[in-house]
């Protein structure tokens, strides 16, 4: 059974950086995708960005280019995620989805981490 | 950059109704559509991926359609355990997600 299972709530303060883990299970790692989700409060869901493990390729939304970092370490099965420069706007929670194959649909997802950023 | 808008934004609807959901994309993506069901304080759960194939363990009331630009979520005969918001996401090139549409049982 395939799990992603991501790191604990955060707690940050503006201008920080905050780095969520994504740990999976139940399969090959590197076989997929990993991408990066964030839902704001009561907001749509919005792609951040995603890498292909095996291959290192990642690519950023527009949006977060130059604030995003997305790296993996194929040893541990796990995805990180790091956001720097942190505003209240980036409260959100944070979603790791495995990608069935690379460009396609996000099959199973993480639990989630809430990044809460305040002063 | 592909941008997704559904339709509507909110639907109340009684049990056993049969709801439709649009999407259109800004432009042709084929059928690189995939469909989410996402409850209060869950992730999501694929529902339907390349606009209309299955997905298993999802009920049969769920059916996708749709090619090009435009896409439908159906949910035929509407159970209590439907209510949530659904959205839908494109692949065709960087991924997006549209705005998301949120189906309340009366």
Known sequence: ????????????RPGSS?????????????????AWVRQAPGQALEWMG??????????YAQKFQGRVIITADESTSTAY??????TPEDAAVY???????????????????LVTVSS | ETVLTQSPDFQSVTPKETVTITCRASQNIGTS??????KPDQSPKLL??????????????????????????????LEAEDAATYYCHQSSDLPSFGGGTKVEIQ
């Open chain 1, 18 to 34: 905050v780095k969520v883990s994504c740990t999976a299970s139940g399969d090959t790692f590197s076989n997929y995708a990993i």
């Open chain 1, 81 to 86: 995620m790091e956001l720097s420069s942190l």
């Open chain 2, 33 to 38: 559509l995939h469909w989410y069901q996402q």
């Open chain 2, 48 to 77: 339907i991926k390349y606009a209309s194939q299955s997905i298993s363990g999802v009920p049969s009331r769920f059916s996708g359609s749709g090619s090009g630009t435009d896409f439908t979520l159906t949910i035929k005969s």
């Open chain 1, 95 to 113: 979603y790791c989805a495995r990608e069935n194959t690379y460009g396609s649909d996000f099959d199973y997802w993480g639990q989630g981490t």
């Open chain 1, 1 to 12: 059974q395939v799990q992603l299972v991501q790191s604990g709530a955060e707690v940050k």
């Open chain 1, 50 to 59: 995603g890498i292909v493990p095996i291959f290192g390729t990642v690519n």
